[in-house]
């Protein structure tokens, strides 16, 4: 989930009130509990579900003053979550984030389960053996599989380094995201519509009062344009690949 019930970031990516409250409120875990029970009845026994991947980057790096506390609040959720999966499906790999924007592995207290893969995002790092070592640690010790579900954001020649680092010591890897708007940092792109300017300009515009979002307030008409065109282009028959970003995933090109 990138947006669990009551947020377990506590930043822009999860539509939260500026704290991972999920880990304190007793009635957001029960229906993230409940959601989640209802997914694992629903895909249980399907074999083309890999598995069930809880809740992306819990814990942002705003809260270190009490990092521990909330690390535990976490991994008792995580238990909680882990459990009730498993009386309903007692089959799918279930994926667990690290906290603090997933990188961290101090979360797991514990192995709670057999089927598990721990899974962390790295972005914007020197590429060397150090800036995974904890996590080929974490691995070794405690006899379990890691992954990588984000990394990537960066230069062709970068993410060549990082993917042939993540080949060599078996780590299995999702380079993020797969398709992007006028950016090359991404396996598939696709052109910015004409108008579209209008609505990025609209959101960093000054909207404290009423006043300036009436007086900043774009055309309304060539936004809705910029809006159809955008559903357009992102269509795959409109996308057209970033050759050198698919030869440094080490993907064919043709």
């Given amino acids: 989930m990138h947006c669990a019930p009551g947020g377990q970031t506590g930043d822009n990516i999860d539509d939260s009130y500026g704290y991972p409250y999920l880990l304190k409120s007793q009635s957001s875990q029960d229906l993230i509990s409940e959601v989640w029970v209802k ?8 074999p083309v579900v890999i598995g069930y991947d809880l ?20 991994f008792l959720l995580y238990q909680r979550l882990v459990r009730d999966i498993r009386r309903i499906d007692p089959d799918h790999t279930i994926f ?4 603090v924007w997933s990188g961290n592995f101090d979360v797991f207290e514990e192995i709670i389960d057999d089927n598990i893969v721990y899974e962390f995002h790295k972005y914007w790092f020197e590429v ?14 405690y006899k379990v599989p890691i992954y990588i579900g984000e990394t990537g954001e ?8 990082f993917r042939i680092l ?3 010591h078996n780590i299995n890897w999702c380079f993020w995201p797969y398709k992007k708007m006028n950016n090359t940092r991404g396996i598939m792109n696709f052109d910015e519509p004409q108008y579209y300017y209008l609505i990025t300009k609209y959101a960093e515009s000054d909207r404290s009062t009423y006043e300036n979002i ?3 307030r774009p055309d309304i008409t060539k936004v809705q344009m910029a809006l159809n065109d955008f559903l357009e282009n992102c269509l795959y028959k409109n996308n057209f690949p970033n050759t050198r970003y698919v030869k440094a995933l080490n993907f064919k090109t043709e």
Avoid: C
């Avoid at 997914?39 to 026994?45: F, N, Q, R, S």
């Avoid at 800036?131 to 974490?138: N, R």
């Avoid at 960066?154 to 380094?161: F, G, I, S």
């Fill in 128 to 141: 060397n053996q150090d800036a995974i070592q904890t996590y080929l640690d974490f691995r070794e010790e």
């Fill in 96 to 99: 667990l984030n690290g906290s």
């Fill in 214 to 216: 009436r007086n900043n």
């Fill in 166 to 168: 993540l080949d060599n």
């Fill in 39 to 46: 997914i694992a009845g629903k895909y249980k026994g399907d």
């Fill in 154 to 161: 960066n230069t062709d020649e970068w993410v060549t380094d």
């Fill in 55 to 74: 809740m992306n980057e819990p814990i942002a790096h705003y809260f270190a003053d009490e990092l521990e506390d909330l690390n535990h609040k976490l």
